[in-house]
């Protein structure tokens, strides 16, 4: 979508941190998601956060939300080799949903 | 099923030809929804149903493109007279519909080709 960009590519070594970014126009976004999508597969949910939210924290993962700069990010710590995938961010408003979705960041994971 | 099934995986057609593509959705998710992945670009929305309501048809790129949700359930989204342009992943999503925070969970696609 034109209203959420992301970066393409990211690579990383395996077992440092990934930092994936994203930024979104809309200012009333209510809820903000990444996805994963892994090679011939469908997307799969991996982690959303609510607009009045500035961190959320999931074992590996971690999201961070400036509302100001409507800047999203997805931290990924000790990154492994299963974690090469696109991964997807996107936006929904109140009482809509449809999804906004960026292009994807490839991340590829290198030993 | 426990997901979202799509059919077929692949689909190879040459240009000019109908195509239908089929989503069976998680059940009891009364909303389903269609989006493309074109290569290098992220899904953009075709169309939406949910329940009874008139469907949002507001992504769909032209009039070749049609879908419909028999029975509240399974979809099929037919492109007529094909094009190149057309080549792309076909996603389908279901979720529950009820409102609020709602995780959309997405089939594998159908992978079309127009020669």
């Known amino acids: ?111 | 099923g426990a997901g979202v099934s799509q059919s077929p995986s692949n689909k190879v057609t040459e240009k000019g030809k109908d195509v239908e593509l089929r989503c069976d959705p998680i059940s009891g998710h009364t909303a389903l929804y269609w989006y493309r992945q074109s290569l290098g670009q992220g899904l953009e929305f075709l169309i939406y149903f949910q329940g009874n309501s008139a469907p949002d048809k507001s992504g769909l790129p032209s009039d070749r493109f049609s879908a419909e949700r028999t029975g509240g359930s399974v979809s099929t989204l037919t492109i007529q007279r094909t094009q190149q342009e057309d080549s792309a992943v076909y996603l389908c999503a279901s979720s529950r519909g009820t409102g609020g925070l709602e995780t959309q969970y997405f089939g594998p696609g159908t992978r079309l080709l127009v020669l």
């Open chain 1, 1 to 111: 979508g034109e209203d959420v960009e992301q970066s393409l590519f990211l690579s990383v070594r395996e077992g440092d941190s990934s930092v994936i970014n994203c930024t979104y126009t809309d200012s009333s976004s209510t809820y903000l998601y990444w996805y994963k999508q892994e090679p011939g597969a469908g997307l799969q949910l991996l982690t959303y956060i609510f607009s009045n939210m500035d961190m959320k924290q999931d074992q590996r993962l971690t999201v961070l939300l400036n509302k100001k700069d409507k800047h999203l990010s997805l931290r990924i710590a000790d990154t492994q080799t299963g974690d090469s995938a696109i991964y997807f961010c996107a936006e929904s408003m109140r009482n809509d949903y449809k999804l906004s979705f960026g292009a994807g960041t490839t991340v590829t994971v290198r030993a």
